[in-house]
């Protein structure tokens, strides 16, 4: 009983950053000016009250175009102050710290910029270190492609197996945890299909007209939706690599190197440019944008983590240019480091918000059919 007493007060209590949010919410529900430009507005007005599990929830819908900051009348400078992406800017970081397991690791969220740079040393100096023990030196005669005459398979395999099983175990604990709060509801096969299709399309970065989103000043752009699918579908390439390379070890028993036509090469090498092209305009639009339409707080993770890609996709395709070179020990210890740094923040950094993200998709695709009482009808 004691228990549940101390979940019931801590539900109602709200952080300031969420008080903030149910106030911002409360003037848009009287407005209602902004109902036609993304999902957050038509799911706030099913709502009269906003607890913390429906800010949150609202928080992390929110795409953070910037379009309703400039059609609002109660914007700043006016004396109500309505700023609704910076508002939900702010919760979602706390969403990420409040829901992350282990919960004593929420903290990394806020400190961001050390977690990576502490990851990004980490994992080049434990794959520089390896590579000179395993081998004797860094540079070596030409080795024709053969990755495992520096690594054995079964190490790399045992090693980012099992980092990143670790770290996608972790960070959908979080994200279920997430889940259970804001819905009672089950998703439904057309509901799947909805939360996907508007995921996969990142529907809600056009600003709710199609026109885009707003960065520096109130010109709209689609540029962040581009460069955002080029990042999203360039990191789906790669991965995809990575299985169909797998499937022809384990499957096929065809070794690497593979040859600059197969189709784990092809596959990487186009995610690879995807990987830079759309991170680097990621980055470029992140150091315009107008301060007042995020959370000043979130720059070292955002930038973190598009850097962390970057290096990823620069390292890889170094890499595949220097594979048959004396060098290739120094560029695959390098981008294996860059590589195990990246999945190591994977549960701690930027890489979540597209998983609480589409979950919050989910539950408006569950919510717009059946109402806010999502257990109710059709469950």
């Given at each position: ?133 395993l081998t004797g030196s860094l540079i070596h005669p030409p080795l024709a492609g053969d990755f495992y005459q520096i690594f ?228």
């Amino acid at each position: 009983m004691k228990q549940l007493e101390k979940l019931i007060i801590e539900a109602k209590i709200l952080s300031e950053p969420e008080a903030e949010v149910e106030r911002v919410m409360q003037v848009c529900n009287a407005c209602r000016y902004c109902e036609g430009f993304c999902a957050v507005f038509p799911a706030m007005t099913q709502r009269l009250t906003f607890g913390k599990a429906d800010i949150n929830y609202l928080a992390n819908l929110c795409h953070n175009c910037g379009a309703c900051l400039h059609a609002c009348q109660y914007a700043p400078p006016h004396e109500f102050a309505i700023n609704v992406p910076q508002a939900m800017a702010q919760v979602r970081l706390e969403t990420y710290q409040y829901y992350a397991q282990p919960a004593a690791l929420g903290a990394l969220y806020r400190r961001a910029g050390t977690t990576v740079t502490l990851a990004l040393a980490f994992g080049l100096s434990l794959f520089l270190l390896l590579a000179l023990a395993l081998t004797g030196s860094l540079i070596h005669p030409p080795l024709a492609g053969d990755f495992y005459q520096i690594f054995p398979h079964n190490l790399l395999a045992l090693m980012f197996g099992g980092v990143f099983t670790l770290a996608i175990v972790a960070l959908m604990a979080g994200v279920m945890r997430f889940w259970r709060e804001i819905t009672p509801g089950t998703p439904q096969t057309p509901e799947w299909l909805e939360a996907s299709k508007n995921a996969l399309t990142l529907k809600y970065l056009d600003g709710g007209h199609g026109k885009g989103c707003n960065e520096e000043n109130d010109a709209f752009t689609l540029q962040r939706r581009r460069f955002h699918h080029l990042t999203f579908y360039g990191f789906l390439l790669c991965f995809a690599a990575t299985l169909v390379a797998t499937g022809y070890h384990y499957i096929a028993g065809v070794e690497a190197p593979y040859p600059f036509w197969s189709l784990p090469v092809i596959l990487g090498t186009l995610g690879g440019v995807g990987l830079i092209v759309g991170p680097a305009g990621l980055l470029w639009l992140n150091l315009r944008r107008a301060p007042q339409q995020g959370d000043a707080r979130q720059k070292p993770m955002d930038r973190g983590f598009i850097l962390l890609l970057l290096l990823t996709s620069l390292s890889g395709l170094g890499l595949l240019a220097g594979r048959d070179t004396g060098w290739m020990g120094i560029l695959l210890a390098l981008h294996l480091g860059v590589v195990m740094a990246l999945f190591l923040t994977i549960p701690y950094g930027k890489f979540a918000h597209g998983f609480y993200r589409s979950a919050a998709l989910l539950k408006w695709a569950i919510e717009k059919r059946r109402g806010k009482n999502t257990g109710v009808a059709g469950d």
